[in-house]
């Protein structure tokens, strides 16, 4: 059973950076990862997946050159760097985990974190 617990969320100036991390219990070395987020009254959307190793990466269009997906699996922790935040960012953000290879597809993921807000003031 893997557990993930999200962190780093919260409030920052359109502009800005946040980095949220997620710490899984139990080992995901082998597990792809991926960050999706929900904003109220929306869908819960992809927004980027890593591949077991870290040698794959994927994000979703409207983050892309923005946020970076990285992981460390002796830390069994992975990371999204969010930089140039805009207020369409503004969601609660979900880690998940699988063990076969990235998808964006969010039903397809096994394990899931409890969120964490990010709020982007304009």
């Known amino acids: 059973q893997v557990q993930l617990v999200e962190s780093g969320g919260g409030l920052v100036q359109a502009g800005g950076s946040l980095r949220l991390s997620c710490a899984a219990s139990g080992r995901t070395d082998s597990y792809t990862m991926g960050w999706f987020r929900q904003a109220p009254g929306k869908g819960r959307e992809f927004v980027a997946a890593?591949?077991?190793?870290?040698?794959?990466?994927y994000y979703a269009d409207s983050v892309k050159g923005r946020f970076t997906i990285s992981r460390d699996n002796a830390k069994n922790t992975v990371y999204l760097q969010m930089n140039s935040l805009k207020p369409e960012d503004t969601a609660v953000y979900y880690c998940a985990a699988r063990e076969r290879v990235p998808t964006v597809a969010s039903g397809a993921y096994d394990y899931w974190g409890q969120g964490t807000q990010v709020t982007v003031s304009s």
């Open positions: 890593i591949s077991w190793s870290g040698g794959s990466t």
